[in-house]
């Protein structure tokens, strides 16, 4: 009869450890979960600034280009950077 009794006991403690292992891989599972959540935020967060980046790149590189049409539309603007290109051939003989 001891011997059932050392059996069930034995069977007992092995159902504790396996209900405390199957709560381990819950808490595993939904800690790896929110490290994947975390991870994709910050993704999406990375690309929102590497878009916004590019954006205001852009928008710089286009005032510049803007700036630099509007002085080639003034002669004496035009010829001020033709002589900076050039200073041997430079000559300004119209003024605003």
């Known amino acids: ?4 009794i050392v059996l069930k006991s034995e069977i007992a403690s092995k159902r504790a450890e396996v209900k405390a292992l199957v709560e381990q ?3 595993a599972k939904i800690a790896a979960k929110d490290a994947r959540a ?4 910050t993704k999406q967060f990375a690309k929102e600034n ?3 980046d590019r954006a205001a790149k852009k928008a710089a590189r ?3 280009l803007e700036a630099k049409l ?3 539309k003034n ?3 035009a010829k ?5 290109k050039k200073p041997s051939k430079a000559s300004v003989s119209v003024f605003a």
Request: charged fraction near 20%; aromatic fraction near 0%.
């Open 80 to 84: 001020a950077i033709k002589a900076n």
């Open 75 to 77: 002669p004496v603007g």
């Open 38 to 41: 975390v991870a994709k935020l």
């Open 70 to 72: 509007t002085a080639l």
């Open 50 to 52: 590497k878009a916004e």
């Open 25 to 27: 891989l819950k808490a």
């Open 1 to 4: 009869m001891s011997n059932i």
């Open 62 to 64: 286009i005032a510049k």
